[in-house]
């Protein structure tokens, strides 16, 4: 294999942005980015621990669920999950954040890089709660860079063809829990744990 090892072999071989590539970063946002926002339904967040670890978590609710409260500060709620909270923590060590609002259909999408930290109240949290769930801890994000990124990603991949879909070529996520996360527990158990109708219970609840 060559290893591109230096930013002047990556130039070589990639170019240099130009233009409107570099021109469209900004430090705060627009209208239309709180347009955007408002209309988002998933994000997800990139993070790193203090050893350069990474983790990159989904986020996902109701449209609207990222909160703008000025034009340099959202706030993100915490659903329940399984508890490792893993970019949570990585927050605690290294606030530098990265987040990518999608809105289904649209193949651009619009990215918040910024400085996180965690709150446990505030005056806005009564705005996060949904179905009557009232997030214990939020990621408040104060933002340094908005840009749009641009559409080739999700043209190339035609994610948003539903005819292009085939989510039956993997095994079903029971089958993928029993093989890989050394539960103890069986197929007929896990199908029913991963059945709609009781995994969506813990949605908004935590679940023991």
Not at 36 to 61: E, L, M, Q, Y
């Amino acid at each position: 294999m060559e290893i591109v090892t230096t930013v002047e072999e990556l130039e070589q071989v990639i170019g240099v942005p130009k233009g409107n590539a570099l021109d469209k970063e900004r430090d705060r946002l627009h209208e239309l980015d709180e347009q955007w926002i408002a209309n988002s339904r998933f994000c997800v967040i990139g993070t790193a621990d203090a050893h350069g670890g990474c983790t990159v978590s989904p986020k996902g609710d109701p449209a609207g669920f990222t909160h703008v409260l000025d034009e340099k500060t959202i706030v993100i709620p915490d659903r329940p999950g399984n508890r490792r909270v893993d970019a949570l923590r990585d927050i605690l060590v290294n606030p530098q954040v990265g987040l990518l609002f999608l809105i289904p259909g649209r193949t651009d999408t619009l990215r918040v890089n910024g400085r996180a930290r965690l709150v446990k109240d505030g005056p806005f949290f009564d705005e996060l709660t949904v179905k009557g769930h009232r997030p214990q801890i939020a990621i408040l994000v104060e933002v340094e860079e908005v840009f749009y990124h641009c559409s080739k990603a999700f043209l190339r991949s035609e994610l948003w063809k539903p005819e292009t879909w085939e989510p039956t070529k993997m095994p079903r996520r029971s089958i993928i829990a029993r093989e890989l996360e050394a539960n103890g527990r069986s197929l007929e158990e896990l199908d029913r744990h991963y059945a709609p109708e009781n995994y969506n219970k813990g949605l908004y609840n935590q679940v023991h």
